[in-house]
């Protein structure tokens, strides 16, 4: 079974702080996402990553980076953060960047991020 | 207008019941489509995949798909408790690219005993 891990579920910060949320997939997938889901808006891409050190923006990148130092790991980082971005955070992985029965997105348990 | 359209709920049913979940979605582009369930505080795992038209079915799960009228379909035979959850329908175009996956905004499913 796939196994995408968000090391930290449950975090509070404060506004104007660095938060850095932690992604890990033990499949050797080639690319890794991060979303967002907010009430009556759903799943938002944030950033997707489909190799070591490279990234592509999604659909609401403003606000985050992200970092892949190494295949397994994709981290996202806001840099300084404001409450307009407490929300789920989930991270996910695939095989490839082609979707197919073989070949799904496959998310962590996601990140509850609250910023006070 | 979104470009997939969900009913929120929330659908209450019977356990035993049969449930029919649906999306609607306006891009003729889709080819792709999955169901996602998610339960509470709990990231979604993907139940069903689909390609272009037709149906498939796991279990007590059945997946339905008409392109013409731009509508999909998740049935859960025999509902238990256990089915109480948030269902993701999910979309990608002809090129099924992962990264332009879209999703709908869930709805959110209770069987009561």
């Known amino acids: 079974d796939v196994k995408v891990t968000q090391s930290s579920r449950y975090l509070v910060k404060r506004t104007g702080e660095k938060v850095f949320l932690e992604c890990v997939q033990d499949?050797?997938?080639?690319?890794m996402f991060w979303y967002r889901q907010d009430p009556g808006l759903g799943l938002r891409l944030i950033y997707f990553?489909?190799?070591?050190?490279?990234?592509e923006k999604g659909d609401i990148p403003e606000g985050y980076s992200v970092s892949r130092e190494k295949k397994e790991r994709f981290s996202l980082i806001l840099e300084s953060a404001s409450t307009n971005q407490t929300s789920m955070y989930l991270c996910?992985?695939?095989?490839?960047?082609?979707?197919?029965?073989?070949?799904?997105?496959?998310f962590g348990e996601g990140s509850w991020l609250t910023v006070v | 207008q979104k470009e997939v359209e969900q009913d929120p709920g929330p659908l209450s049913v019977p356990e035993g019941a049969i449930v029919s979940l649906n999306c609607t979605y306006s891009?003729?582009?889709?080819?792709?489509f999955m169901w996602y369930r998610q339960y509470s505080r709990k990231g979604p795992e993907l139940l069903m995949y689909?390609?272009?038209?037709g149906n498939k079915e796991d279990g007590r799960f059945t997946a339905q798909v008409d392109k013409s009228s731009k509508y999909i379909s998740l049935f859960i035979r025999d509902s238990q408790p256990s089915d109480s959850a948030t269902y993701l329908c999910?979309?990608?175009?002809?090129?099924?690219?992962?990264?332009?996956?879209?999703f709908g905004t869930g709805t959110r499913l209770q069987v009561t005993l």
């Open positions: 996910a992985s695939s095989l490839s960047g082609e979707l197919s029965s073989g070949n799904t997105i496959y």
């Open positions: 499949m050797d997938h080639e690319n």
């Open positions: 990553s489909y190799d070591v050190k490279m990234k």
């Open positions: 891009n003729s582009a889709f080819q792709y």
């Open positions: 689909t390609y272009s038209s």
């Open positions: 999910a979309m990608s175009g002809v090129t099924g690219t992962a990264s332009k996956l879209t």
